[in-house]
C-alpha cells in the first residue's frame, strides 16, 4: 500500500470507528487480509502490519480474523512454507494474543466459512484502541500510537525520496531525461508527504494544554 493510501485508509478508519464508539457500538470482529502469493514480507509490508497493530491494540487482536488469499498464486509447497514463517515470525504475537488464521479460497464454500469464522468471535465485543484514544482519552490523530507511527513512518519515507531527488537531479543535469521526469514526480511525492506529515503534527496548543495540565 502506498504512503498516502495507507493516511487514506487510516483517517476513514478512525472517522468509522469514532462515531461508532460514541454510538456506543463496539466492534465485533476485524479482519487482516494477507497476499500468500508475495513470496517476501516487504517492509511495505511490515508498515502496513505495525499499523494495524497500533489501530487495534493488543487487547482487541482476540477479536482479529487474519485472512490468507490467492491461494492459488503459490505451489501448497510454498503456501505451507510462507504461511509458517508468517505464523512463527510476523504473526506470531498476533496469534498469541488470540487472533485466528483462516484461509480464503475464492469459493462460495470458502466465504461461508470465512463468514462463519467472524460470527465465532463477536460474541467477544470489543474497544479498538484508537477508539479509546480518541473518544475516552479526547485525543486527536497525531497524538494516538497509531497516527505517531504513521507520522514517522512517513518521515522515513520522506528522507528515502530526498536522497533519490538529489541523485536524480545530478543525473538531469548531465543531459539525462528519464532523471528529469523521475525528479519531476518525486517532488510531487515529496510535497504530498510534506503535507501528510504536517498534517499529523500535534498543534502548539495542543502540547502547551497538555503541559500545563501537568503542573
Not at 180 to 208: F, G, H, N, Y
Request: hydrophobic share 40%; glycine share 6%.
Amino acid at each position: 500500500m502506498s504512503t498516502s493510501g495507507t493516511f487514506l485508509l487510516l483517517t476513514l478508519f478512525i472517522n468509522y470507528g469514532y462515531f461508532r464508539y460514541r454510538e456506543k457500538k463496539t466492534l465485533g470482529g476485524v479482519i487482516y487480509l494477507h497476499d500468500v502469493s508475495h513470496n517476501r514480507f516487504t517492509g511495505t509490508l511490515r508498515r502496513s502490519l505495525d499499523m494495524f497493530n497500533h489501530l487495534i491494540g493488543e487487547a482487541a487482536l482476540k477479536n482479529v480474523l487474519i485472512g490468507v488469499t490467492h491461494l492459488d498464486r503459490a505451489t501448497d509447497e510454498e503456501l505451507e512454507k510462507r504461511v509458517y514463517q508468517m505464523k512463527t515470525d510476523h504473526w506470531r504475537p498476533m496469534i498469541e494474543a488470540g487472533s485466528l488464521l483462516s484461509e480464503f479460497h475464492n469459493t462460495h464454500e470458502s466465504a461461508v466459512m470465512f463468514i462463519q469464522s467472524i460470527v465465532d468471535i463477536m460474541v467477544h465485543n470489543t474497544i479498538l484502541q484508537i477508539q479509546s484514544e480518541i473518544v475516552d482519552d479526547g485525543k486527536i490523530i497525531p497524538e494516538t500510537r497509531a497516527g505517531r507511527h504513521l507520522r514517522y513512518t512517513l518521515q522515513e519515507v520522506l528522507e528515502m525520496q530526498k536522497k533519490m531527488a538529489a541523485f536524480d537531479q545530478c543525473m538531469a543535469k548531465d543531459g539525462d531525461t528519464d532523471a528529469a521526469e523521475r525528479l519531476r514526480d518525486t517532488r510531487d511525492k515529496l510535497s504530498s508527504l510534506t503535507a501528510q506529515i504536517q498534517r499529523l503534527k500535534v498543534p502548539v496548543s495542543r502540547k502547551l494544554k497538555r503541559m500545563f495540565r501537568i503542573f
